[in-house]
């Protein structure tokens, strides 16, 4: 099993800034994605950003140029930099991560998640 600890969220004014941070621990292997999604009340859970083990980034088009997604391998840890926060960016923020196990298996695990709200 793989914990995940989320951190960071809060309430913030329109045009602020948050970060929060999610950092895995347990039986981990090999984690390969590292991901954020974010649930909004009534809503469907969708994707942030991800990113891969090679660091390479993903974003929805509706935080492009305002969030950055990082990771620190070492620390199986990964940070998301959410800037220009808009009312819309209020949900609740989960942390995903997919462990690679032996034998090429994956399994995704989630965080418990951390509420972002943004306003005035």
């Known amino acids: 099993q793989v914990q995940l600890v989320e951190s960071g969220g809060g309430l913030v004014q329109p045009g602020g800034s948050l970060r929060l941070s999610c950092a895995a621990s347990?039986?981990?292997?090999?984690?390969?994605?590292m991901s954020w999604y974010r649930q909004a009340p009534g809503k469907q859970r969708e994707l942030v950003a991800s990113?891969?083990?090679?660091?390479?980034?993903n974003y929805a088009d509706s935080v492009k140029g305002r969030f950055t997604i990082s990771r620190d391998n070492a620390k199986n840890t990964v940070t998301l930099q959410m800037n220009s926060l808009k009312p819309e960016d209020t949900a609740v923020y989960l942390c995903?991560?997919?462990?690679?196990?032996?034998?090429?298996?994956?399994?995704?695990?989630w965080g418990q998640g951390t509420q972002v709200t943004v306003s005035s």
């Open positions: 995903n991560v997919v462990n690679v196990g032996p034998g090429g298996r994956q399994s995704s695990y």
């Open positions: 347990g039986s981990i292997w090999s984690i390969n994605s």
């Open positions: 990113i891969t083990s090679g660091g390479r980034p």
